[in-house]
């Protein structure tokens, strides 16, 4: 009974938050200001958006390898009787160079796009801090959903059989086993946190997502889109046995990210909301919630 407890308040957050995005209408966003009415504005401007999205993207996954090189990480081998896996130390320096080379990488590929459409998707440095505030009151109504439905898809999973590793993620669960070098999770926590929802979200919402808005003309085929195609890409980060439950939170995690930034015409905030939903999963799997 005891047990059940935190899971019950989650639904009933979850269940609250729910019924407040509603009445804000965040599932039913009317066609973003910044996306083009005119189809001939739309046949000029998708295309250097959708190939920014995809020139961002295999940028960033070319200099993870390169990192990785570097590194040492990619020339790793588990021999017999020895590690399996890499030290947390390389793990660390392969992220921390990955994402030092990726992120001005991104956003330099975003800014040429951005100046081929008709309204920047980075605001103003001014408005920053205000945007950044909006996204922390935007990340308390739509994570409890978010974390919910990845519970009731891990427990859901449990139920049919197929147990889920609670740290469904590589990386996290780099950052949560026992290690004798703790000061390089700092690293990769930085990683999670901060880089990892930059490159993220510039590649996928401000670039792929705003391009196929663009296209289209409509909000949800694009938010689905580019969420199931962030769901898929991570999956090679997902242990086996637990993709389903781990997709089920991607998935809903993306859908809500793509509509803030479809509601908000702002890549910030999406961006924040990321960082703090990793934020958040770092800290209740060190805690073992």
């Not at 999973?157 to 590793?165: A, C, I, K, T, Y």
Request: hydrophobic share 60%; proline share 8%; net charge positive.
């Amino acid at each position: 009974m005891t047990a059940s407890l935190p899971l019950l308040g989650l639904i009933i957050a979850a269940a609250l938050a729910a019924a407040l995005a509603v009445r804000l209408r965040l599932f039913s966003p009317e066609l973003p200001s910044f996306v083009p009415r005119k189809p001939g504005q739309a046949g000029e401007l998708a295309p250097p958006l959708l190939l920014g999205a995809f020139a961002a993207y295999s940028v960033s996954i070319l200099l993870a390898w390169i990192a990785s090189v570097l590194s040492g990480q990619a020339a790793f081998r588990a021999i017999p009787g020895g590690p399996i896996e890499p030290p947390l130390e390389m793990v660390a320096h392969t992220v921390v160079l990955a994402m030092l080379m990726g992120m001005p990488a991104v956003v330099a590929i975003a800014w040429w796009s951005r100046r081929l459409v008709l309204q920047p998707f980075d605001p103003s440095p001014s408005r920053l801090p205000a945007i950044a505030g909006s996204a922390m009151l935007w990340a308390f109504l739509v994570l409890p959903m978010v974390f919910a439905i990845g519970v009731i898809a891990t427990k859901l999973s449990e139920v049919l059989g197929q147990p889920v590793d609670r740290t469904a993620h590589s990386l996290l669960k780099r950052i949560v086993e026992p290690t004798n070098e703790p000061q390089w999770r700092w690293f990769l926590i930085a990683a999670a946190v901060i880089g990892a929802p930059i490159i993220e979200e510039v590649c996928y919402r401000a670039l792929l997502q705003r391009g196929l808005m663009t296209l289209t003309r409509a909000t949800w085929p694009a938010v689905v889109f580019t969420s199931a195609l962030f769901t898929v890409m991570h999956a090679g980060a997902i242990p086996a046995g637990s993709f389903w439950a781990a997709a089920s939170l991607l998935f809903s995690l993306s859908v809500c990210l793509g509509l803030l930034f479809a509601r908000t015409g702002s890549v910030v905030t999406p961006i924040v909301v990321h960082a703090l939903f990793n934020a958040a999963s770092i800290l209740a799997a060190l805690n073992g919630w």
